[in-house]
Structure formats: structure tokens, C-alpha cells
């Protein structure tokens, strides 16, 4: 990754100390440990390509046997890079105690600092406390502790060059497994190695000794099994490698089934850059980092619980046995896999599409181009903390500037040499946001299309006495169920006049029911009462068919002639779920729900499917400032639906009809 940034132009310092996971991770540096046992406590320089490492040699090579006196060194190492380096960003990983002073050294020389995030195993915010950005690897770590402690990370995905990986030639014979650990899921393929052992001993296993010892696990499953062996006859131990081209030219297929949260594995990357389908179970990244370029496997729960000790069934394993013996014997269906698998390395695995996101995520905090610093400048030191968490009841008011440049990168200026500040960069993004939506109009009337569209009173709609009497109705039930759609808001005016003509029976269906959790974003408050307009609705039509649905499943229910579902607006894939069980010919589609405009359209091109002709769409609660982006929705409508926009009372309506057929 640093190497990436690099060749993008950036200067780069790492200051590191000799503290690696294993014994094995000092391979790359034999050639420099002799110099590093001899310099113990000193800063040893170790050139890598474009890099310069700035090590403190340590005694121990294990990070918890780091001395205070070593980390007092490295401390000093630190800070000096800070005044004399002058970095415009800090990025780090870890989460103990000295880990903690590297973003606040940062903070308080005014330098922005970013963390590396990729396992499932950090827990509360302290460790972050001062962090402006804090980089993953995949979406699934995100959305993790997004749900778990309330921050989201930023993936970028992973950074392998396929140059490293990426096998000359391929025999695919083996099945590769990689770093032989309890948690990576060896339990597992003991279990499979054994089972195979005896249906088909042709199929030979590969293990690579990263971390691990294969045959001391061996040992120990096996005498769970109840048959201790010390080896396995279709095994071939690899010891630890630099070079695993050979090793992946060598596999059919990838075993990966971890047991602990695998936030993006580099080997299921470097997998699927070899065309290797890969076997992944379902937790974590995993799925996320093979698309459909393998297998996914689900186990029973306490097989994910530590140590990683218990064990399948084999009956339950014998599924996944017969479909790698399949990929064996079916070479028409494997090459399909294998070709799934390539697609996936080369799309979303892509080194420079990775780089492109890194970035991008940067691109808010760097405050000058790399190598144009100014020194002697004062730093605006500001220190209070990130992600939601205040120091003395201050307010963090340079939190919501990155927070806007962050979330809406799309509308951030790219401007190489920025230096307004965040309160001007988040200004113009917002600014930019707003243009950018008027701009497309302004464009779209060049286009020939005419988006002058006439915003209605709801006042003056034409009323009949059918449409009379069903307003006044509509108007009582409203209120006895206690809806706001006839007090707050003059709704009931237009409900009447759509549903005047659809008889006693109409379907409805309403996003948004009123929900009155004050935890969840977009409620009524605590006196709020869910699905009041529902049972308003199926009060009024003796024979109609009433659904809802919502984003709190609290406040779900069940009742006669109406029945409620989750959606969450903002992922088009809970609409998905949400059309398997809804009708496709709806009288009258709602939109109360987040009151978003991109939760609004995902809403909109759902319903489009969904209303019968002569049906309609309502998104209520539009406020003025929207209304340029429903003046260009109008017309990008496909042909068939007739927009309006409505001013009701206290907001604006958007509404589509169907043109009767």
C-alpha cells in the first residue's frame, strides 16, 4: 500500500520497531539481523524498493515484550519524525497503550492521522478516540463495527501485485491450504484430509507453514478423531516461502475456511489473481473478497467459538467433499469456476482500482500535495476527538467538516493543493452538491426536455362528492388513530382524491409507520404511533388489503387485512426480499419513510414495477430546497407515468401516476 502511494507522488517515512507475528516474519530482514542483534535499542534504516524503514531493534521480536525503555525510544523516534519529517498525514494500525500517542501526538501538532483496521478483534473506541479516518479492506469489516461500536470504516480493498502471485504455469492438482492455525480453520481440513484419505487418496493436499505447525495439529485432531496419526499420506508440507508462485501454480483449489472473523484474506486474493477457486466459509470478508469464484460453506455455530476445537460431523462435511470431487472429475465445470475466479481477481482485485480508492479516502485530510511543505508554518492544533466522542463537552466541529468531505467524496473538490482549511472544503462540497443537481436540469433542458414542472396547490385539487366524503373520512381516522397526515399535514385532501375511484378494496402499500423508537433515525418521536395510518386506511375501505414497512423491526405487526415488513431504503437489496412478498398491482404506494432523496428514489424505482395502471406513487414530505431534484426525476420518468409535484401545507409532494392502459 505504501509503495502504491509512492509511485502516486507522496514521500514516505516508516518508522517501525522489530516486532513481527511470528519467527517467521523475520525471513525478509536475514540478511540485516546480524546488524539489528548488534544495534539493540539503536534505529536501524532498512532499505525495501522505494521505502526506508527507521526500525528500533528490539531484543524480543514479540510485540508484548516490547520494554518500556525500547518504546521510550521509539517514542522519541516518532515525535522527531513529526517535527522534523513534518508529515501531512499519519497512518498507523494497532490499538495498545503507546499505539494510542500516535494519533494524539499527531492531533496535537495539527496533522491529520488515519488507522489501519483489518480483524474483528478490536473492541471499544478508546484506540481511536483521535483518529480523523480509519481504513479496512472490505465492506463486511465496515458494516462489523459499523453495527458493533458505532464507527465505519472506509474500505479500500486489498493490494497484492500480481507480479508476486501470479504463476507461470498451472498443473491445478492440489488443494492448498495456507498458515496452519486452529482459528484459519485446520481443524477443518485435518477432518477433510482424513475423510478423503479413504474416498479418494488421489487428491493430494498442499500445506504452507507461514504460522503454524501442520503436524502437531495433525497430531491433535486426529486423537480427537480417534485415530491419532503424526501424518497424513495425501499431505505435503511446504515450509514458509517468499516466493508462492510455484505454490499457486500447483493448486486446483483454495481452502480458506477461517472460523475467526477474516476481515479480507491476501491468499483468497492472490487465489482468485490465479484463477484458483477458493473454498470460504460464510463469516467475515470471505465472501466478499470470491464473489462467485469458489465455494462458501456454513458450519454449525460453536465451530466459530474459541479455541476453534469442535469439529463437524462428517456427514455434514460430505456435501463439500462431493463437490470438490466433482471439480476433480468435471473439468468443463471446473474451468467454469476458474474462469469466475479470474474475473474476480481482475475487477475487483485490480492494484491500481484499490490504489484509486485509498486515495480517494485520503484525499480529504491531506491538506497540502506531497513534498510542498512550508515549514516554520503554525499548525492549527486542534484537539479535541473523533467519532462522536467530545473532551469537556466540546463540541468537534472539524469531525463534521471531514465527516461531509468523507461521506459526500463525490462532491469534494479535488483540488491537489488545498489548503482553505475543512470548514471551506466542507462548504464547497456542499455547495457543489446543490450545483451539481441543478447544473444536470439546466443540461437537461438543453437536451430538449422540459423541466419547468408545475408545482399544484393541494388545495385546489378538483374534488367530486365521492372524493368529498372520502377526504372528511379519511380526515376522521387519521386523527382517531393518531397519524399527522390531517393536522401536521393536509395529506388526507390528496388520498382522497386519488382513492375516490378505487372502490372498497384498494391495495396500499406505505413505507414509514410511524415509528416511535427514539434510537432510530427518522422517528416521531417517544408519543409516536406505529402503523396508525395503516389501520386508518383499513379502517376506511371495508375489503382493502393494507401493507407497511419499516427499518425498525420493533414495530413490525400483524393485523386484520395488514401486514408489515422490514426495508431498509438506503440498500436496494432489502427491496429485493420486500418484492418477493408485496403484490405487483398496488392502488397507492407511500413514501414516508427516511425522507431522503436517494432513499426517495430507491423507493421510486421500485414502485414503478409495482403500481397497477391507473395506480399511484406518493413521496411525502419533500422540502423546498429538494425540489430541483424532483424537477429533473420528472423527467427521467419512462413513458407511461405522468409526474407532479403538489404544495400541501407544510412540505412539498411528489406523486406519479400511471397512465390507465
Same mark, same amino acid.
Given at each position: 500500500?505504501?509503495?502504491?502511494?509512492?509511485?502516486?507522488?507522496?514521500?514516505?517515512?516508516?518508522?517501525?520497531?522489530?516486532?513481527?507475528? /511470528?519467527?517467521?516474519?523475520?525471513?525478509?530482514?536475514?540478511?540485516?539481523?546480524?546488524?539489528?542483534?548488534?544495534?539493540?535499542?539503536?534505529?536501524?534504516?532498512?532499505?525495501?524498493?522505494?521505502?526506508?524503514?527507521?526500525?528500533?531493534?528490539?531484543?524480543?521480536?514479540?510485540?508484548?515484550?516490547?520494554?518500556?525503555?525500547? #518504546?521510550?525510544?521509539?517514542?522519541?523516534?516518532?515525535?522527531?519524525?513529526?517535527?522534523?519529517?513534518?508529515?501531512?498525514?499519519?497512518?498507523?494500525?494497532?490499538?495498545?497503550?503507546?499505539?494510542?500517542?500516535?494519533?494524539?501526538?499527531?492531533?496535537?501538532?495539527?496533522?491529520?492521522?488515519?488507522?489501519?483496521?483489518?480483524?474483528?478483534?478490536?473492541?471499544?473506541?478508546?484506540?481511536?478516540?483521535?483518529? %480523523?479516518? @480509519?481504513?479496512?479492506?472490505?465492506?463486511?469489516?465496515?458494516?462489523?463495527?459499523?453495527?458493533?461500536?458505532?464507527?465505519?470504516?472506509?474500505?479500500?480493498?486489498?493490494?497484492?501485485?500480481?507480479?508476486?502471485?501470479? &504463476?507461470?504455469?498451472?498443473?491445478?492438482?492440489?488443494?492448498?491450504?495456507?498458515?496452519?492455525?486452529?482459528?484459519?480453520?485446520? !481443524?477443518?481440513?485435518?477432518?477433510?484430509?482424513?475423510?478423503?484419505?479413504?474416498?479418494?487418496?488421489?487428491?493430494?493436499?498442499?500445506?504452507?507453514? *507461514?504460522?503454524?505447525?501442520?503436524?502437531?495439529?495433525?497430531?491433535?485432531?486426529?486423537?480427537?478423531?480417534? #485415530?491419532?496419526?503424526?501424518?497424513?499420506?495425501?499431505?505435503?508440507?511446504?515450509?514458509?516461502?517468499?516466493?508462492?508462485?510455484?505454490?499457486?501454480?500447483?493448486?486446483?483449489?483454495?481452502?480458506?475456511?477461517?472460523? =475467526?472473523?477474516? +476481515?479480507?484474506?491476501?491468499?483468497?486474493?492472490?487465489?482468485?489473481?490465479?484463477?484458483?477457486? &477458493?473454498?470460504?466459509?460464510?463469516?467475515?470478508?470471505?465472501?466478499?473478497?470470491?464473489?462467485?469464484?469458489?465455494?462458501?460453506?456454513?458450519?454449525?455455530?460453536?465451530?466459530?467459538?474459541?479455541?476453534?476445537?469442535?469439529?463437524?460431523?462428517?456427514?455434514?462435511?460430505?456435501?463439500?467433499?462431493?463437490?470438490? @470431487?466433482?471439480?476433480?472429475?468435471?473439468?468443463?465445470?471446473?474451468?467454469?469456476?476458474?474462469?469466475? /475466479?479470474?474475473?474476480?481477481?481482475?475487477?475487483?482485485?485490480?492494484?491500481?482500482?484499490?490504489?484509486?480508492?485509498?486515495?480517494?479516502?485520503?484525499?480529504?485530510?491531506?491538506?497540502?500535495?506531497?513534498?510542498?511543505?512550508?515549514?516554520?508554518?503554525?499548525?492549527?492544533?486542534?484537539?479535541?476527538?473523533?467519532?462522536?466522542?467530545?473532551?469537556?463537552?466540546?463540541?468537534?466541529?472539524?469531525?463534521?467538516?471531514?465527516?461531509?468531505?468523507?461521506?459526500?467524496?463525490?462532491?469534494?473538490?479535488?483540488? /491537489? !493543493? =488545498?489548503?482553505?482549511?475543512?470548514?471551506?472544503?466542507?462548504?464547497?462540497?456542499?455547495? *457543489?452538491?446543490?450545483?451539481?443537481?441543478?447544473?444536470?436540469?439546466?443540461?437537461?433542458?438543453?437536451?430538449?426536455?422540459?423541466?419547468?414542472?408545475?408545482?399544484?396547490?393541494?388545495?385546489?385539487?378538483?374534488?367530486?362528492?365521492?372524493?368529498?366524503?372520502?377526504?372528511?373520512?379519511? &380526515?376522521?381516522?387519521?386523527?382517531?388513530?393518531?397519524?399527522?397526515?390531517?393536522?401536521?399535514?393536509?395529506?388526507?385532501?390528496?388520498?382522497?382524491?386519488?382513492?375516490?375511484?378505487?372502490?372498497?378494496?384498494?391495495?396500499?402499500?406505505?413505507?414509514?409507520?410511524?415509528?416511535?423508537?427514539?434510537?432510530?433515525? +427518522?422517528?416521531?418521536? &417517544?408519543?409516536?404511533?406505529?402503523? /396508525?395510518?395503516?389501520?386508518?386506511?383499513?379502517?376506511?375501505?371495508?375489503?382493502?388489503?393494507?401493507?407497511?414497512?419499516?427499518?425498525?423491526?420493533?414495530?413490525?405487526?400483524?393485523?386484520?387485512?395488514?401486514?408489515?415488513?422490514?426495508?431498509?431504503?438506503?440498500?436496494?437489496?432489502?427491496?429485493?426480499?420486500?418484492?418477493?412478498?408485496?403484490?405487483?398491482?398496488?392502488?397507492?404506494?407511500?413514501?414516508?419513510?427516511?425522507?431522503?432523496?436517494?432513499?426517495?428514489?430507491?423507493?421510486?424505482?421500485?414502485?414503478? %414495477?409495482?403500481?397497477?395502471?391507473?395506480?399511484?406513487?406518493?413521496?411525502? %414530505?419533500?422540502?423546498?430546497?429538494?425540489?430541483?431534484?424532483?424537477?429533473?426525476?420528472?423527467?427521467?420518468?419512462?413513458?407511461?407515468?405522468?409526474?407532479?409535484?403538489?404544495?400541501?401545507?407544510? *412540505?412539498?409532494?411528489?406523486?406519479?401516476?400511471?397512465?390507465?392502459?
Amino acid at each position: 500500500m505504501l509503495i502504491q502511494l509512492a509511485q502516486q507522488g507522496y514521500e514516505i517515512m516508516v518508522v517501525g520497531a522489530t516486532i513481527f507475528d /511470528a519467527e517467521k516474519g523475520t525471513f525478509k530482514l536475514r540478511d540485516h539481523w546480524k546488524t539489528i542483534e548488534e544495534k539493540h535499542n539503536k534505529v536501524v534504516k532498512v532499505n525495501d524498493g522505494v521505502l526506508t524503514h527507521h526500525l528500533i531493534a528490539t531484543k524480543s521480536i514479540i510485540r508484548n515484550q516490547m520494554t518500556a525503555q525500547e #518504546e521510550g525510544t521509539w517514542y522519541g523516534l516518532y515525535t522527531k519524525a513529526l517535527k522534523e519529517f513534518k508529515p501531512d498525514l499519519v497512518w498507523f494500525y494497532g490499538g495498545q497503550t503507546l499505539d494510542m500517542l500516535i494519533p494524539d501526538e499527531a492531533r496535537s501538532r495539527g496533522i491529520p492521522s488515519a488507522a489501519y483496521l483489518v480483524n474483528g478483534n478490536y473492541q471499544g473506541t478508546r484506540w481511536c478516540r483521535d483518529v %480523523d479516518l @480509519i481504513i479496512t479492506d472490505s465492506q463486511a469489516t465496515a458494516d462489523f463495527y459499523k453495527e458493533r461500536q458505532g464507527f465505519s470504516p472506509v474500505p479500500v480493498g486489498t493490494f497484492i501485485d500480481p507480479q508476486t502471485v501470479l &504463476a507461470e504455469h498451472h498443473e491445478r492438482k492440489h488443494l492448498l491450504f495456507i498458515n496452519p492455525s486452529l482459528q484459519k480453520g485446520a !481443524g477443518i481440513v485435518v477432518q477433510m484430509a482424513v475423510l478423503l484419505e479413504k474416498q479418494r487418496p488421489d487428491i493430494k493436499f498442499e500445506v504452507v507453514e *507461514s504460522r503454524g505447525n501442520w503436524h502437531a495439529l495433525v497430531k491433535k485432531i486426529t486423537a480427537m478423531l480417534g #485415530e491419532e496419526r503424526d501424518s497424513l499420506s495425501n499431505v505435503t508440507v511446504t515450509p514458509n516461502t517468499d516466493d508462492m508462485r510455484p505454490i499457486y501454480g500447483r493448486a486446483r483449489l483454495l481452502l480458506a475456511p477461517s472460523l =475467526w472473523w477474516e +476481515s479480507g484474506a491476501r491468499v483468497l486474493v492472490e487465489s482468485m489473481i490465479n484463477g484458483v477457486p &477458493a473454498v470460504v466459509t460464510d463469516r467475515g470478508g470471505s465472501p466478499e473478497m470470491i464473489q462467485n469464484g469458489g465455494l462458501k460453506i456454513k458450519l454449525p455455530e460453536q465451530c466459530h467459538e474459541k479455541p476453534f476445537t469442535s469439529l463437524p460431523k462428517p456427514e455434514l462435511l460430505q456435501p463439500l467433499l462431493d463437490r470438490i @470431487i466433482q471439480l476433480y472429475d468435471d473439468e468443463v465445470l471446473y474451468q467454469q469456476y476458474v474462469a469466475r /475466479a479470474r474475473e474476480v481477481g481482475r475487477t475487483r482485485h485490480a492494484l491500481a482500482t484499490s490504489t484509486g480508492r485509498l486515495m480517494e479516502a485520503f484525499a480529504p485530510l491531506v491538506r497540502r500535495q506531497a513534498g510542498d511543505r512550508k515549514p516554520g508554518s503554525p499548525a492549527q492544533v486542534d484537539k479535541t476527538h473523533q467519532h462522536g466522542l467530545s473532551v469537556e463537552g466540546r463540541t468537534d466541529e472539524s469531525r463534521v467538516y471531514r465527516e461531509v468531505c468523507q461521506r459526500f467524496r463525490m462532491f469534494t473538490p479535488n483540488s /491537489a !493543493g =488545498w489548503t482553505g482549511g475543512l470548514r471551506a472544503l466542507a462548504d464547497l462540497t456542499q455547495q *457543489s452538491a446543490t450545483a451539481t443537481i441543478e447544473a444536470l436540469s439546466l443540461l437537461a433542458a438543453k437536451s430538449g426536455l422540459d423541466t419547468q414542472v408545475a408545482v399544484q396547490d393541494l388545495a385546489q385539487l378538483p374534488q367530486t362528492l365521492a372524493s368529498e366524503s372520502l377526504t372528511q373520512r379519511l &380526515a376522521e381516522l387519521f386523527k382517531e388513530h393518531g397519524s399527522d397526515k390531517a393536522t401536521a399535514h393536509n395529506y388526507h385532501l390528496l388520498y382522497g382524491h386519488i382513492l375516490a375511484s378505487a372502490g372498497d378494496a384498494p391495495t396500499i402499500f406505505e413505507i414509514g409507520l410511524g415509528l416511535n423508537n427514539v434510537d432510530t433515525p +427518522s422517528n416521531m418521536g &417517544a408519543k409516536g404511533r406505529p402503523g /396508525a395510518s395503516l389501520r386508518a386506511f383499513r379502517d376506511c375501505f371495508t375489503q382493502g388489503q393494507i401493507f407497511g414497512a419499516d427499518v425498525d423491526k420493533r414495530i413490525l405487526f400483524e393485523e386484520e387485512r395488514i401486514k408489515t415488513h422490514f426495508i431498509d431504503q438506503t440498500n436496494p437489496a432489502t427491496f429485493t426480499a420486500l418484492g418477493d412478498w408485496l403484490p405487483t398491482d398496488l392502488d397507492l404506494l407511500i413514501d414516508d419513510g427516511l425522507h431522503a432523496p436517494g432513499a426517495n428514489l430507491n423507493t421510486l424505482l421500485f414502485g414503478l %414495477d409495482r403500481i397497477k395502471p391507473g395506480g399511484w406513487i406518493v413521496i411525502e %414530505d419533500i422540502l423546498p430546497p429538494m425540489l430541483p431534484i424532483w424537477k429533473l426525476v420528472a423527467q427521467l420518468l419512462p413513458h407511461g407515468f405522468e409526474p407532479g409535484v403538489i404544495k400541501a401545507k407544510s *412540505s412539498l409532494l411528489f406523486v406519479v401516476k400511471r397512465t390507465p392502459s
